[in-house]
């Protein structure tokens, strides 16, 4: 007993060491003891592309890049340059200089502005020289419908509701629907050119938009129109407050048949739109 013990002890156990299927070492159902060398080996052997991504021409930075502008894509990306720096050349062809310095030099007078003018300041301020006859007993707004010019329509219909609150009778003349209002102003005024809205209270001449606000926060505005007649509180029967009616003559063609000359002429009766005002509100 003792010598088979002498003699195991001596011996050691023969393993299978070679190997010969180098990819056997990612098995995991096998255990292998080898050598450093032949580690060595194996890792060499499995050291492919696809397991070394680090060193791979696709993760390479400047690698990537160069190929990205050698592609087509790289083509159309350096067009798409040369064709901001095309329109940038030519917007500095067109556009002044930003630079402070050259700025300073340039000396440019300022544009005067619609209210600076002396037929403006003369038509927004009150003139008790100018009136305006056959409405003492009421209040008289020139203004325009179109929307032409965003400030100036929106000051008419300001003014428009501010008296329209105060429930007393207004006649509101438009003259974008009848050229003779604009006539009938510009004699008044004594002026061809003018600011809208003109108003006339009792007859007096009042101003513009600002003129106006500005008596209405001053209170100057109620003690005004103290004593005009008070309008109905639903709208006009006639023309439901839009101040005009077609022609009956013409139906609003401005075309009338002359059965004696045998002509069609144009209708008297109606304006240049083929209307007519509203005999019960704009009498």
Do not use: W
């Not at 100018?130 to 032409?148: C, K, M, N, Q, W």
């Not at 007393?168 to 050119?193: H, P, T």
């Not at 003018?194 to 209170?219: N, Y």
């Amino acid at each position: 007993m003792a010598d088979r013990k002498n003699q195991g002890a001596g011996t050691k156990p023969q393993t299978n060491t070679k190997i010969n299927n180098p990819n056997s070492v990612f098995n995991r159902s096998m255990t292998v003891n080898y050598s450093s060398s032949e580690a060595a080996a194996a890792a060499a052997s499995v050291n492919k592309p696809l397991y070394n991504l680090s060193t791979s021409a696709a993760f390479q930075r400047n690698g990537s890049i160069k190929s990205l502008y050698s592609s087509p894509f790289g083509s159309m990306v350096s067009a798409g340059n040369s064709f901001r720096g095309k329109v940038r050349k030519l917007c500095s062809i067109f556009e002044s200089p930003k630079h402070p310095s050259s700025t300073a030099n340039l000396q440019t007078s300022p544009l005067p502005s619609p209210k600076s003018t002396p037929d403006a300041i003369s038509l927004n301020t009150p003139d008790p020289s100018i009136r305006l006859p056959g409405a003492e007993d009421r209040i008289v707004i020139y203004f325009t419908s179109l929307r032409g010019i965003r400030r100036t329509f929106q000051d008419c219909h300001s003014i428009r509701m501010i008296f329209r609150g105060f429930r007393v009778n207004v006649d509101e003349r438009d003259i974008s629907m009848d050229i003779a209002y604009k006539k009938e102003l510009q004699k008044v005024l004594g002026q061809s050119s003018f600011t809208l809205p003109q108003v006339f209270v009792k007859g007096k001449h009042i101003g513009g938009a600002d003129v106006v606000k500005q008596f209405l926060e001053t209170g100057e505005l109620a003690k005004m129109v103290k004593g005009i007649p008070l309008r109905s509180m639903g709208p006009c029967e006639g023309c439901d407050d839009m101040r005009f009616l077609p022609c009956a003559n013409c139906s609003g063609s401005r075309k009338v048949f002359d059965e004696d000359d045998e002509l069609v002429k144009r209708c008297s009766d109606c304006n240049e739109n083929g209307l007519v005002r509203c005999p019960l509100c704009c009498s």
